[in-house]
């Protein structure tokens, strides 16, 4: 089927490729043309596992392009999926421009029936406006044709994106028009076998759905964070209590984990959305307002640790960071808790040596100009004649580090640990001073 993804952002590029490696004929339009040129070249402009191949491979076998020529993306597809960003507008409310570009855009070019699917996540309500802005611009050319609108929001995880597209857990599709379902069925049908994943529904519906996943998954998260600081106050282990309510499978294992608070480029935007779409039609929505109050205090927890243990002032400190990346398996630092912890240190007049597997060119590209910023080439580099060890981001690679290499590294053998990856019992033993979230020497504090 021949298919046109409009925005090769992280989204609109993983499942470009995906579609593509499983046949379909795929042709990606953006307006950046060194983004396009790159792509060609082999040079994807994001982290991702297994991407660059998947990538490569279907370019050379000429079933995924790449193209600046918006004309000819709309010509190609009978698809049209748009996926570029929606970027938080001042008042955190997401913007559509780049939505209703694209959709001015296919209205513009189209000469035959068109489907055109949301990828990108957008609030309830959206593709009512792609379809009446796609209907002006018809009306304006004087033309009469036909086209359907479709909510199909994407669900990936950045760091297993390509598998999360490659096998989905559910393909949320919204339409109001029976019809182009089976067309659906078609595209998704690679990914549909053994059980059936779609779940069909009416377009609003499938737009909520998206926010209410995202939206779900930051409660829990600052729900166990809210427990964290209970535990703290009440001298208690975080850690066991979620391994006590985990077990209930009611609740569950997964994202139950306590830290040093969410990031990345969907949660904190796709809250703050939901509340000023809620605003917008006269509800206060309390809940959603605290989670992200509860996030925004989190992400302090670390640079106030540190400051009960080395006073206000930090003029003359150095710490070593460990982790940059809001989450591991990417470079993404977007909303990443190490940044609001390194803007805090500095603030207070303290130094940073960081150091993340994947991040550094990010952390170059975002605080390169600071002089109070040394980004080192290993984590024990990093940790060369720094005051402590401040941990924001769970790579595997920091999970079983030599800690008798830290000990001799630091000035004084202290831990913040930002994702609670070490026993405090354990870690005690050795010698350390270890905070972390919700247990260790963050409990006798606040006791
Ligand atoms: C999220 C959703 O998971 C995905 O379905 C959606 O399509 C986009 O948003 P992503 O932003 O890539 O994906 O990251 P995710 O793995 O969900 O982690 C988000 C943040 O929550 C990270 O900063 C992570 O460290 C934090 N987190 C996650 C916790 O603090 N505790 C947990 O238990 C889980």
Not at 190 to 212: C, G, Q, V, W
Not at 231 to 250: F, H, M, N, T, Y
Request: aromatic share 8%; charged share 25%.
């Amino acid at each position: 089927m021949k298919v046109t993804v409009f925005g090769i952002g992280y989204v609109g590029l993983v499942q470009a490729a995906v579609l593509a490696e499983v046949g379909h004929d795929v042709l990606c339009i953006d307006v950046d043309e060194a983004k396009v040129e790159n792509l060609k070249q082999g040079l994807i402009p994001i982290f991702e596992p297994g991407l660059t191949p998947l990538v490569m491979q279907n370019y050379e076998a000429g079933r995924l392009n790449f193209s600046t020529n918006a004309e000819e993306g709309v010509k190609h597809g009978v698809m049209q999926f748009i996926a570029v960003g929606t970027p938080p507008d001042e008042d955190g409310s997401a913007d559509l421009k780049y939505v209703t570009a694209v959709a001015r855009t296919i209205a513009q070019y189209m000469d035959e029936h068109k489907v055109v699917l949301d990828k990108s996540t957008v609030p309830v309500g959206t593709a009512d406006k792609v379809r009446s802005v796609m209907q002006e611009t018809l009306n304006a050319r004087g033309v009469e044709l036909t086209f359907d609108v479709v909510s199909n929001p994407e669900f990936l995880k950045e760091g297993a994106a390509v598998s999360d597209c490659m096998r989905p857990e559910r393909i949320v599709v919204g339409t109001d028009n029976e019809d182009v379902v089976d067309l659906l069925r078609e595209l998704y049908e690679p990914f549909n076998r053994n059980h059936d994943r779609m779940i069909l529904m009416d377009i609003r519906s499938a737009e909520l759905t998206k926010y209410a996943a995202n939206c779900m998954l930051a409660t829990k998260i600052s729900f166990m964070n809210e427990i964290s600081n209970l535990a703290e106050r009440l001298g208690a282990d975080v850690e066991k209590v979620r391994q006590g309510i985990g077990s209930d499978p009611r609740i569950g294992y997964h994202f139950i984990y306590p830290g040093c608070g969410y990031g990345g480029s969907c949660f904190p935007k796709d809250v703050q959305a939901l509340i000023r779409t809620a605003e917008s039609i006269g509800y206060n929505s309390r809940l959603l307002q605290a989670v992200e109050d509860v996030n925004d205090a989190q992400k302090m927890k670390l640079p106030a640790f540190i400051k009960r243990h080395f006073g206000e002032d930090l003029k003359g400190k150095t710490f070593a960071l460990w982790g940059l990346a809001f989450k591991p398996n990417t470079d993404d630092m977007r909303e990443a808790s190490s940044r609001v912890l390194m803007e805090t240190l500095w603030a207070a007049g303290a130094t940073v040596q960081a150091f993340d597997p994947e991040a550094m060119d990010e952390a170059q590209r975002i605080y390169g100009h600071r002089s109070d910023l040394r980004l080192m080439g290993t984590k024990e580099a990093a940790l060369q004649g720094c005051d402590g060890l401040v941990i924001c981001t769970e790579w595997q690679s920091f999970r079983a580090p030599d800690f008798d290499l830290i000990k001799k590294s630091l000035k004084q053998p202290v831990i913040f640990d930002g994702r609670n990856l070490y026993d405090p019992e354990r870690i005690n033993k050795r010698g350390f001073t270890y905070y972390a979230i919700g247990r260790g020497e963050s409990i006798k504090l606040a006791g």
